[in-house]
């Protein structure tokens, strides 16, 4: 096969790669997996007479190796027989799990934050009818290189009773996989990361530090950029001559 005809057709293998690539990336960490679950919650004060209240996280989310996106959905429930009143969710992140938005509720201020969280938002609820629940999807990011907890507590309009308490309960894995492209997550499993700056590359040599892909990528095009160019003035030169 002459040299021409292998470009034609790498050509279109190198462009449906990358478009693999896209479709993966953008999937990754868009949506919540498998049911949803109460694991790690618990009653802390006592609700009205009638009034049952509980939180569901979904049993596994995933993340997008890249951006450290991920989406999760925050219910909670009134599983008595009499309405709530009014009463508050509040959704809060800790350690490697940051809550950056949740849909229609307001960022807590910071000197507000439970104690050892990094992010949170409390989320205003009127009423919640006997039976019924109501679902909050939230924009979180996750360091893979960090365990991640998220918390929802249940409590009174103002705070000073707190009916269920879901978490702090982690997400994590226990089999990372840094080269795909997004890491699935489990509800309840302490994350194991793959080690110390999983973005970066292994050493090749006792005497090296790691090199952050980005620059590795950055200094890989310079040399090829260079190569290039010192390739074409030998040609040019070599045809003056």
């Known amino acids: 096969m002459s040299s ?3 470009a034609m057709v790498a050509g279109p293998l190198v462009a449906a790669s990358f478009s693999a690539v896209l479709i993966l990336s953008g ?15 618990k ?7 009638g009034v049952k ?7 596994k989310i995933s993340v997008d190796n890249g951006s450290e996106k991920t989406a999760i959905t925050a219910t909670v429930k009134n599983e008595g027989s009499k309405d ?7 959704v809060v992140g800790f350690d490697g799990l940051v809550v950056k938005n949740v849909e229609g509720c307001s960022v807590i201020p910071e000197k507000s934050l439970p104690e050892g969280s990094n992010s949170g938002f409390s989320c205003p609820i009127d009423n919640l009818a006997a039976g019924k629940s109501k679902s909050y999807a939230v924009d979180a990011t996750y360091d893979l290189g960090k365990t991640g907890k998220i918390c929802l507590p249940v409590q009174t309009s103002d705070g000073k009773k707190t009916f269920w308490q879901q978490g702090p309960v982690p997400f994590g894995t226990t089999n990372p996989s840094p080269d795909a492209p997004a890491t699935p997550l489990l509800l309840g499993t ?21 090199l952050p892909l980005g620059t590795a990528g950055a200094s890989l095009l310079a040399v090829g950029v260079a190569g290039m160019w010192w390739s074409q003035r030998r040609r040019t030169g070599q045809r003056e001559g």
């Open 43 to 49: 009653v802390v004060d006592d609700a009205p007479a």
């Open 190 to 210: 302490d994350n194991k990361p793959a080690g110390p700056g999983g973005k970066e590359l292994p050493k090749t040599g006792p005497a090296r530090d790691l």
């Open 4 to 6: 021409r005809r292998t």
């Open 84 to 90: 709530s009143g009014k009463i508050r969710l509040l």
């Open 27 to 41: 999937t990754a960490g868009a949506k919540d997996e498998g049911p949803a679950s109460s694991k790690g919650g």
């Open 53 to 59: 209240l509980t939180t569901l996280l979904p049993e």
